[in-house]
């Protein structure tokens, strides 16, 4: 089965977000979401400093199956990109939670956090779509 | 191997033919060439057996089963083929004047009215030369006109997610924002999603209908007054035209736009790329904007309308009168075909896929949506086989082609996991039908006895598995000139 780290939020829509203790967030696609595009071959991420909402497209990943877009968990303002992905795409398929992460966001309502899925109900989300 | 890595300095395909080329002395010295094109320098023999060689090495419609769901690969009559390479309509000159071309356009005007008939459409345009192209120009005139209307608040475009990719892309190129909407557990829209998105912003909605899911949407009656009654337009994709043809038409399920396909439903050539032939039909309020050119006739004679006749139309898509050999192929085989001929298309290409449905299900594979009929095309799922044998749905479309099969379309569409989305078309005998039915048992024998088999597969072809994703990753896609040092790898 795929990996899904208890500290970590999560959206139905198969990204992870972590809670970096300063008032941002790191969000990437979580283990089950790399498994079921295959091998990445592209990632388009956002520019620093746009202002997203919650549930917007701001990243496009490319496998060789499927190009998905990736929805902003909350609003806020985007304020860095993983510049490594345009080199190493695939460190989403190798390191999901880690090197994949795609970017940072300083959520307009930190408190909206609280709101996103918890492990558990990821966990049973992705169990039903396997 | 390229032809270009058998070009050798000075070898040419003239040995019959040794008169020189005149000199070019009336071109003026700074409008020549300084060095020849870079073009193969090979024996004609070498030309001969270069092509043939490749065309024996390609996987067909002429030579081989091609259930590949969504393109409605089915036989090309060569009747069309005759019939449109005749000398007159060969020839002719895209500028020469009407009165010298009346026969062509006579064929295209009555192409323009059989697909008015069949679609249940108020008037027909085969200016694009793509399906892509007639979607762009389906979208650009909703665009237009709510904008004629002065309503400038509809931004958006309803699109569901069993839609085929260009859909959306269609959208977002006539400047639209994408809203998507889900699909039901049984392959119907979902009603109450749709309830929630559509309103005063909604400019329109792209459906296909039979979906990308392969079944009938039923609920487009209740869909379409909806989006009528909040002021949206509806697009029709006739990608999937093949499975109603001459049995249901879009104008009657209340389409206001479509484009068809006229390389798939109509039989046109097409797979490797091209040249398709993608034309538009509309209702009545959208037939100002159709593009240009048309072919109209007053009783007597037949004449292109330009904008100068049609001065808000959304345009011109190509040069000329869009793919005319298409065109003239298309309308060859709908005269074969007649009206009688056009229900049985439809009626061949549903029992196919049903019957290729049923086998395949009473052989153990788990059909992505078990409680619907089949239109043209359905989808299986081998999520159990890939879970517990390991072997997934891209390892069977590979052992397909040792099999003699082309592989049907894979992971697509995206929503059903490990899934094989599969079109037979009216053209197969029952014969190919089984012979297709045992390779997908053998292969899954196969799966279970010695897996790697199935995961190395093909064995028995002219390339082995390709690497995708280095492909994807390291785009290499136009030719350079050797070195001489080193061995072309790719």
């Known amino acids: ?130 | 191997m390229l032809i270009h890595d058998q070009s050798r300095p000075g070898r040419r395909a003239r040995a019959q033919a040794p008169r020189q080329a005149p000199a070019m002395t009336e071109i003026p010295e700074d409008l020549r060439r300084r060095a020849p094109p870079p073009l193969p320098a090979v024996s004609e023999m070498q030309v001969v057996r270069h092509y043939t060689r490749l065309s024996q090495q390609n996987f067909s419609i002429d030579t081989h089963f091609y259930p590949l769901g969504s393109c409605t690969m089915k036989y090309n009559p060569r009747a069309c083929n005759s019939l449109a390479m005749l000398p007159g309509f060969l020839a002719r000159h895209p500028l020469a004047p009407d009165s010298h071309g009346q026969g062509v356009l006579a064929c295209l005007h009555e192409l323009q009215e059989m697909l008015k008939a069949v679609t249940g459409m108020h008037a027909v345009s085969l200016a694009p030369a793509a399906g892509a192209q007639g979607e762009f120009a389906g979208v650009a005139m909703i665009r237009a006109y709510h904008l004629a209307q002065g309503d400038q608040g509809r931004t958006e475009i309803l699109v569901p997610d069993a839609a085929h990719g260009t859909n959306p892309a269609s959208a977002v190129m006539c400047g639209f924002t994408v809203r998507e909407i889900p699909t039901g557990g049984d392959g119907d829209v979902d009603l109450a999603a749709l309830e929630a998105m559509v309103g005063p912003q909604t400019a329109g909605i792209m459906l296909t209908n039979p979906s990308t899911v392969g079944v009938f949407e039923r609920n487009i009656g209740p869909i379409a007054a909806r989006v009528h009654e909040a002021g949206g337009l509806l697009y029709y994709d006739g990608a999937n035209l093949n499975a109603i043809l001459g049995k249901v038409r879009p104008g009657d399920m209340g389409f206001d736009v479509i484009h068809m396909n006229l390389h798939k439903t109509f039989s046109t050539p097409h797979g490797g790329g091209g040249p398709g032939a993608g034309p538009v039909g509309v209702c009545e309020r959208l037939e100002p904007y159709l593009p240009v050119p048309l072919v109209a006739f007053d009783g007597e004679t037949y004449e292109w309308q330009t904008e100068r006749q049609r001065p808000d139309s959304i345009g011109w898509l190509t040069a000329f009168g869009g793919n005319m050999g298409i065109l003239l192929r298309a309308y060859v085989y709908a005269r074969m075909l007649g009206r009688e001929g056009m229900v049985r298309v439809s009626e061949f290409a549903t029992l196919n896929a049903n019957y290729l449905l049923a086998r395949l299900r009473a052989a153990g594979f788990e059909a992505a949506y078990p409680a619907r009929r089949a239109s043209h095309e359905f989808i299986i799922t081998l999520k159990r086989e890939a879970r517990e044998l390991g072997v997934s749905a891209m390892d069977f479309a590979k052992r397909l082609l040792d099999y003699g099969y082309h592989a049907p379309t894979t992971y697509f569409p995206l929503l059903v996991p490990e899934c094989l989305l599969i079109e037979p078309t009216e053209s197969e005998t029952k014969e190919d039908l089984d012979g297709f039915v045992e390779a997908m048992i053998a292969i899954r024998r196969e799966a279970e006895e010695d897996p790697e088999k199935v995961k190395g597969a093909p064995h028995d072809q002219p390339v082995r598995r390709l690497d995708e994703v280095r492909a994807a990753r390291q785009l290499d896609l136009a030719w350079k000139p050797s070195t001489g040092s080193e061995k072309g790898d790719g």
């Open chain 1, 1 to 130: 089965m795929s990996e899904v780290p208890a500290e970590l939020r999560y959206t139905k829509t198969h990204e992870w977000v972590r809670d970096n203790g300063d008032g941002t967030l790191t969000v990437g696609i979580t283990d089950h979401a790399q498994e079921a595009l295959g091998d990445i071959v592209f990632v388009e991420t956002p520019e620093a400093g746009r202002q997203v909402d919650a549930e917007e497209t701001c990243a496009v990943v490319e496998s060789v199956k499927a190009a998905s877009d990736i929805y902003a968990p909350l609003g806020g303002e985007i304020l860095e990109a993983n510049a490594a992905l345009t080199d190493t795409p695939d460190a989403i398929n190798t390191s999901p939670y880690e090197e994949g992460w795609i970017f940072r966001l300083a959520p307009g309502d930190p408190d909206a956090l609280e709101g996103l899925l918890d492990a558990a109900a990821y966990e049973q989300i992705a169990e039903d779509e396997a």
